[in-house]
C-alpha cells in the first residue's frame, strides 16, 4: 500500500512539473538566441558539423535585455571548459570561440542567471 502511494504521489508531481518546464522552455527560446557556427562572424550559419580546420565559436544573444551567461563545452573526451560572466548587452551578438579539435561530439550549454537557457550539439568531423 506504501508503495502504490508513493507511486501516485510521484506519478502527481511530474505531471504537474512538466507544464512548468514547457514554459520555462519557451520562454528561454523568445528571450535568447544561442547556437554554435563554423566560423566567428555573425554572418556564418548555425550548424551542427564543423571541420576539424574550422573555426568554431558558440553565439549567443540577449533579445529583450542586458545579461551576463555563462557557456559551457563538453568535449568528446568528457572534459568540460566553461567561460563564466559573459556579458550580452540586449540585442548585441557574442560569440566565443571553440579552439577544439577534437573529432566526435561536443555539447555545448548557455546558462543565464544559473538557469540552462539552450543546449547543442555539434560534431567536429
Not at 19 to 30: D, F, L, Q, T
Not at 86 to 113: M, Y
Request: aromatic share 10%; charged share 20%.
Amino acid at each position: 500500500m506504501r508503495r502504490l502511494f508513493h507511486a501516485t504521489v510521484l506519478t502527481l508531481l511530474t505531471a504537474a512539473l512538466l507544464p512548468i518546464a514547457g514554459v520555462g522552455s519557451a520562454e528561454a527560446a523568445s528571450r535568447y538566441k544561442a547556437y554554435v557556427a563554423c566560423g566567428l562572424t555573425a554572418a556564418a550559419d548555425p550548424s551542427h558539423s564543423c571541420d576539424a580546420s574550422d573555426d568554431k565559436a558558440a553565439f549567443f544573444k540577449s533579445r529583450d535585455a542586458h545579461v551576463h551567461y555563462k557557456v559551457c563545452v563538453k568535449f568528446p573526451n568528457a572534459t568540460r571548459l566553461c567561460a563564466a560572466k559573459q556579458d550580452a548587452p540586449k540585442g548585441k551578438l557574442r560569440h566565443n570561440e571553440i579552439t577544439s579539435t577534437q573529432t566526435g561530439r561536443h555539447k555545448v550549454t548557455w546558462f543565464v542567471g544559473g538557469d540552462l537557457v539552450k543546449t547543442w550539439f555539434f560534431d567536429v568531423v
